[in-house]
């Protein structure tokens, strides 16, 4: 009976059984089902040991990893430069990223993406400004995706005067500029099309152009005299449009003047025609599409005779 309350009798007994339990728990991650099963306990010793040979690496080299992503912080794009922490949330990189305007602009390219509305022409006209002060030289790239003054349901949006203020930039720099229509150039956006550099204009092959008079903005409760006095002004910035256009297509102002009666659309091949752009961007096609025969050769090939227009 002494022996069962003696602490020195018990404490061997508890730390003899107890200690392999807590050696096998330190050393080999148990399973938490049925601890004592020699199976279980060998497949969580080979797991801790060597997991690849459970975990075989993908044969694909495109997969990524299954356990590899804990092992590499970088997980973000360069230039991004990131900082290793345990924590996720502290993957943060060191500097923000510079907007897409900035990158563009340090490419040399400025990129008109809206209606020709004041803010618009107040950007472009201080990009192309800034280029010709830091290299009065190199090549600016101009890319115009633009309804031009109006938008594409024919509301007019700017005064005729945000296309001429642009366009007389571009007249008063020293740069080559080149351009380049992605998606549409419309109005005076086909005018800023045309004005590039000559051998130097180009169009990609769905993108669309269209010249179109101006149209008289929204006269509301204005007295007759002064509706008159802005359809008149409207008047001379359509000559003017016409003599430019003229001017950098190289074809008459009556064809001009006749083409813009109406909204004159034109794909990449018939602004390439009416001399808007010089080459289009096919991606390394241009020898194919050089010996592509033209819709209307293709009519008189097949016999079809063309009664009327359109």
Not at 17 to 44: C, E, G, N, Q, Y
Not at 70 to 75: D, I, S, Y
Not at 282 to 292: F, K, N, Y
Request: glycine fraction near 4%; include cysteine; hydrophobic fraction near 40%.
């Amino acid at each position: 009976m002494a022996s069962l309350h003696n602490p020195c009798v018990r404490m061997p007994i508890a730390s003899s059984i107890s200690s392999p339990r807590r050696t096998a728990s330190a050393s080999i991650p148990m399973p938490p089902v049925s601890p004592r099963d020699p199976f279980l306990r060998k497949l969580a010793s080979v797991a801790a040991s060597s997991p690849e040979t459970l975990l075989p690496p993908s044969k694909n080299p495109d997969a990524p990893p299954y356990l590899d992503l804990f092992e590499t912080p970088k997980l973000m794009a360069n230039p991004a430069q990131v900082e290793r922490s345990v924590s996720y949330n502290e993957h943060r990189p060191r500097k923000p990223p510079p907007d897409l305007p900035s990158l563009l602009l340090h490419g040399r390219i400025v990129y008109i993406g809206m209606p020709l509305v004041p803010a618009v022409t107040e950007l472009v006209i201080a990009e192309l400004m800034y280029l010709q002060w830091m290299d009065p030289k190199d090549t600016i790239y101009l890319y115009i995706n633009s309804t031009g003054t109006t938008r594409d349901d024919g509301e007019t949006v700017g005064m005729e005067t945000e296309g001429f203020a642009i366009y007389d930039a571009m007249m008063q720099l020293t740069n080559e500029i080149q351009t380049v229509a992605v998606g549409a150039a419309i109005g005076q956006a086909c005018l800023l099309l045309a004005a590039g550099k000559k051998g130097k204009r180009y169009m990609l092959p769905h993108a669309k152009a269209m010249i179109q008079q101006p149209r008289v903005p929204s006269s509301g409760l204005m007295p007759a005299s002064d509706v008159l006095i802005r359809a008149n002004e409207v008047i001379k910035n359509r000559d003017t449009l016409v003599k430019l256009l003229a001017t950098h297509t190289g074809n008459s102002t009556e064809t001009v003047a006749k083409a813009m009666r109406r909204p004159f659309y034109m794909d990449s091949m018939k602004a390439q025609e009416f001399g808007v752009i010089d080459k289009i961007l096919w991606r390394g096609q241009e020898s194919i599409m050089a010996d592509a025969a033209t819709p209307e050769e293709w009519d008189r090939r097949s016999g079809i005779k063309v009664v009327d227009s359109i």
